[in-house]
């Protein structure tokens, strides 16, 4: 009996170490700091505001204001932290160790910087210095309507390419909505009338998969995401160029090395460069020349993706 009330005495002292160490845990799961990232375990590291400063933001958009500019004044840095500030207890800009973090919000603002450009070969502080130029498509072809019963277009409402990342259709228009919940599908200019907004349903566009069990551009920057026998051999790897892959498909991506992917990527790289990071750790799989790509343009009910 002796032996067994020492070995019962050891187990407790062993329980009550575990039960210790698992309340220190979960005293770990939720940070709070402040406004800009409070109740996850993701503000317990720095928030992007303290490592993604206001000069920086400006060094990278540094035309965006110039008086042949086509959004004026419309995008700042305020309204990118205060967007950010919903999804960095979700991990943006707020998973991993500084670089990672860094990487992905200089991933993020790359595909902005290239999708809002008005930069060409010849102009005033080179090409890449012009993002954030437009806040919605200039000339519009169309109107960007398509029958779709869940998010139906509203009469006298046009559909075309308006934020950060810009969103086209009606159906991009009511879901990412429903996400925000804000009724872009009957008010699509909202996206060119507040910043902040605009910031904010790029991002939400950036932390989503597009169908369950793909990646988030998010997942695949801070390694969430394992590639399975199938990715690999469709040459879907970890690395930016799978972010492409994720948020453009067949429009960029397995078309060879085109001007429109080639010139996301120097976004990407610029802005490492500007942001004290350095393009030689842009990493591996910069590109999407050659992947087969997750969601086709059509899919089986002919809606464009």
Known sequence: MGKFSAWLAVLMVIAVAV?????????????????????????????????????????????RNAPVAHAVGFWDYHSFIIAASVYEPLGFGTAGDRQTKMKEVAGFLGHVGSKTSCGYGVAIGGPLAWGLCYNHEMSPSQDYCDPNYLYPCTEGVQYYGRGALPVYWNYNYGLIGEALKVDLLNHPEYLEQNATLAFQAAIWRWMTPMKKKQPSAHDVFVGNWKPTKNDTLSKRLPGFGLTMNILYGD????????????????????????MGIGRQFSGDNLDCAEQVVFNPSLSENGLKL
Not at 22 to 49: F, H, P, V
């Open 19 to 63: 039960t210790a160490v698992e309340a220190s845990k979960s005293k770990l799961k939720a940070c709070d700091r402040g406004w800009e990232c409070s109740g996850s375990i993701y503000c317990c590291n720095e928030t992007i505001s303290e490592y993604f400063v206001v000069y920086q933001f400006e060094n990278l958009f540094s035309k």
């Open 251 to 274: 429009l960029i991506c397995g078309q060879g090395y085109i001007d429109p992917m080639n010139n996301i990527i120097s976004h990407y790289q610029y802005f490492l460069d500007l």
